[in-house]
C-alpha cells in the first residue's frame, strides 16, 4: 500500500483506495475474465482460488477479532460482544452439529445476512469519503443513498428466497448430498415478480435521486469514491440478480446460474480486500511498511485460529470422545463457515460505527491511528493471547504446508495419472488432518480408470468414511455393475437416490442395470425421472424406450 494520503481525501492514495477500497480492482477483474473467457475451472486448476481464499479471506476475520481482542481498553468495551454473544454463537455451532433443522437455520441465516453485511461496508465506505472531503450530506440525501444500498441488497434476498418455480437462483446454491440445506421462504412467483419488480424500481430511483443531489453540492471528481462503490454495489448485488431473472446474457452467460458460487468467491474476496484496506489503515495507517506487514501477519493467524480450532476440538472429540452428531466431513465446514461468518457479521456491527469516538477522529477527521500503549513491566504476563497466537500459527502452517502439497504434489499426481503419488500425497495430506472426502474420490476415479480395483475401492470407503456423497455411492455402483455384483450396484444407486433424488447419473444407472436384469417394469420410473430432470437428453430418451419397448412385448407376449 502507498504512504498514507497527507491531503485527508484518501487514507493510502487514490490508486490503492479506489482499488482496494472501493472496488475498482474486482470491476477490472471481472472486465479481465470476460475479455479472456477465463473458466473458473481453470482459475480452480491452477491453485488459485484456495490461495486466495488464504491470504484474504482468513486475514479478513482475523482483523476483526484482533480489533475486539487485542487490547484490554477493546476488550472491555465490547466485553458483552466478546464474551456473552461469542460465547452464545458457538454454543450455537455445537448444537447445530448435532441438529439438522438448527444447522439449516444457521446456514440459511449466515446466507442471508452475508450480502447485508457487504451492503453496509459498501455504505459506510460511501459515507467516510464523502465526509474526509467535506460534502455536504443532508439527511434527504443520506436517506436516498442509503436506501439505495438498501434496495440493492434487497434484490438479491428476493432472489435468494424466491419459490424455485419463480426462476430465481440461490447465491449459494443447497449444499447437495449434505445434512445441512438453505431453507428458502419460497415467496410464490407473482407475489415475488411484484416485489422484484417494485424493489428495482425504487433502487434506480433512490440511485438516481441520490446521485443528483450529491453533484449539486459536489464535483463529480469529489465524488469519484462514492461513484465507483455504487458501481461495484450494482455488479455484486444488481446486475447479476436482474441479468438472470430477465435472461438477459442467456443461460450459458458470464452470470448464468451455474456460476453463482464462484460468482460469491470474487465477491468475497472483494470484501476481503476491502476490509483489510480500511482496517490496515486504521491499525496501522501511519506507520512504515513493517508494522504494517506485521499487522497483516497477525490477522492471518488469528484468522486461522477461529477457522480451525473449534473443528478441530470437534474433528479431535469425534474420534476420540463421546462427541458424535449428524454432521461430518463437509457438514462440519458448512455449519463452521455459517457460524464463523455470523460472529464476524456480529462483532462488524458493534465495533465499526462512524459515530464512535475513535472511529470518526481515523476514518472522517482523517488524525493518524493512535500507537499502542507501552507495554508495562510491572504487569503480570497474561497466557491468553501467546496460547492463541500459537495455535493459530500452527493453524496458519498447517494451511500453507497442505495447501502446497496439495497444489504440488497431488494435483500433480492427478494429471500425470499417478496413483502411488497420490497415496502419498494424501497420506501427508491425512497426517495434518487436509485429507477431504472429494480427494479420496478423485483418487478413486483415478485407481478404477488405471483397472486398479482394489485401490480404488480403498479409496471410496475412505471418502464415505470421511462423508457419504452421492457421488461415492455412484464410483462405488459402476464398480460392482462392472463386476457382475448387480444387487450389490443397485443398493448403491439406491443409497445416492436417498442422498439426492434428483442425481440424474444415478437414476440412469439404476434404471439401466434393472434392464440388464430383465425387469423394465423397475427400470422405467427411475429412467422416467431421469428424463423428467433432462429432457434434452437422447440418450436418456433412448433407455426409456427401450425399457417400454421390453413392457410392451412383455405385454403382447402375455396370454
Not at 468495551?77 to 450455537?92: D, E, S
Not at 443532508?138 to 428466497?161: D, M, N, P, Q
Request: overall charge positive; hydrophobic content about 50%; aromatic content about 12%.
Amino acid at each position: 500500500m502507498a504512504t498514507r494520503d497527507t491531503t485527508g481525501r484518501w487514507l493510502f492514495g487514490p490508486v490503492p483506495d479506489l482499488l482496494l477500497g472501493c472496488g475498482l480492482g474486482y470491476v477490472l477483474l471481472l472486465a479481465a475474465f470476460l475479455a479472456a473467457g477465463v473458466e473458473r475451472s481453470s482459475v480452480a486448476a491452477l491453485g488459485v482460488v484456495p490461495l486466495i481464499s488464504i491470504l484474504t479471506g482468513t486475514p479478513h476475520y482475523g482483523a476483526t477479532l484482533l480489533r475486539v481482542y487485542e487490547t484490554r481498553a477493546e476488550r472491555r468495551k465490547y466485553a458483552f460482544f466478546a464474551v456473552w454473544v461469542t460465547a452464545f454463537v458457538w454454543a450455537l455451532f455445537y448444537f447445530g452439529l448435532y441438529s439438522a433443522l438448527l444447522g439449516s437455520l444457521l446456514l440459511t441465516l449466515y446466507l442471508s445476512w452475508s450480502p447485508w453485511h457487504y451492503t453496509g461496508q459498501n455504505y459506510g465506505i460511501a459515507v467516510m469519503f464523502l465526509r474526509r472531503r467535506g460534502v455536504p450530506l443532508e439527511a434527504r440525501t443520506k436517506r436516498l443513498l442509503y436506501l439505495s444500498f438498501v434496495l440493492s441488497y434487497g434484490l438479491t434476498l428476493l432472489a435468494l428466497h424466491g419459490a424455485v418455480d419463480a426462476g430465481t437462483y440461490s447465491s449459494v446454491g443447497p449444499y447437495k448430498g449434505g445434512t445441512f440445506q438453505l431453507m428458502r421462504l419460497g415467496i410464490p412467483s407473482p407475489y415475488w415478480e411484484v416485489a422484484f419488480a417494485l424493489v428495482g424500481i425504487g433502487y434506480l430511483g433512490t440511485l438516481v435521486g441520490a446521485s443528483v443531489a450529491l453533484l449539486r453540492v459536489a464535483s463529480p471528481r469529489s465524488l469519484l469514491p462514492v461513484a465507483v462503490l455504487a458501481l461495484t454495489q450494482m455488479l455484486w448485488f444488481v446486475a447479476p440478480v436482474a441479468a438472470r431473472q430477465w435472461g438477459i446474457l442467456g443461460p450459458a452467460g458470464p452470470l448464468s446460474t451455474d456460476l453463482t458460487a464462484y460468482a460469491f468467491f470474487w465477491v468475497a474476496t472483494g470484501h476481503s480486500v476491502q476490509y483489510l484496506w480500511i482496517t490496515t489503515y486504521y491499525a496501522a495507517g501511519s506507520r512504515t511498511y513493517g508494522p504494517r506487514a506485521f499487522y497483516l501477519l497477525k490477522t492471518l493467524v488469528a484468522g486461522s485460529f477461529i477457522w480451525s480450532v473449534p473443528g478441530l476440538i470437534y474433528g479431535l472429540s469425534v474420534e476420540g470422545g463421546p462427541l458424535g452428531g449428524v454432521a461430518r466431513g463437509g457438514d462440519v465446514f458448512v455449519l463452521l463457515a455459517s457460524v464463523v461468518n455470523l460472529h464476524h457479521f456480529i462483532l462488524d456491527g458493534a465495533i465499526w460505527k462512524l459515530r464512535d469516538g475513535r472511529v470518526a477522529r481515523v476514518l472522517i477527521r482523517h488524525e493518524p491511528p493512535e500507537r499502542p500503549e507501552p507495554i508495562d513491566a510491572r504487569k503480570p504476563v497474561r497466557w491468553l493471547a501467546p496460547v492463541v497466537y500459537a495455535l493459530g500459527g500452527a493453524a496458519t502452517l498447517q494451511v500453507l504446508v497442505s495447501f502446497f502439497d496439495h497444489q504440488l504434489f497431488f494435483e500433480r499426481a492427478l494429471r500425470e495419472g499417478d496413483v502411488r503419488a497420490a497415496q502419498h500425497s494424501l497420506a501427508r495430506l491425512s497426517w495434518v488432518r487436509s485429507d477431504s472426502h472429494v480427494d479420496y474420490l478423485r483418487l478413486g476415479h483415478m485407481a478404477a480408470d488405471e483397472g486398479l480395483t482394489r485401490v480404488a475401492v480403498q479409496a471410496y470407503d475412505t471418502s464415505l468414511e470421511k462423508h457419504p456423497t452421492a457421488a461415492v455411492y455412484v464410483a462405488v455402483g459402476r464398480l460392482s455393475g462392472k463386476a457382475g455384483q448387480f444387487e450389490q450396484a443397485i443398493r448403491s444407486y439406491e443409497r445416492a437416490l436417498e442422498l439426492d433424488p434428483d442425481y440424474v447419473e444415478a437414476l440412469n444407472l439404476l434404471g439401466l442395470t434393472w434392464l440388464r436384469l430383465d425387469e423394465p417394469e423397475r427400470a422405467e420410473l427411475p429412467l422416467e425421472r431421469a428424463v423428467a430432470l433432462v429432457p434434452a437428453s437422447e440418450p436418456l430418451r433412448a433407455s426409456l424406450e427401450r425399457a417400454r419397448a421390453r413392457l410392451e412385448a412383455r405385454a403382447e407376449a402375455t396370454p
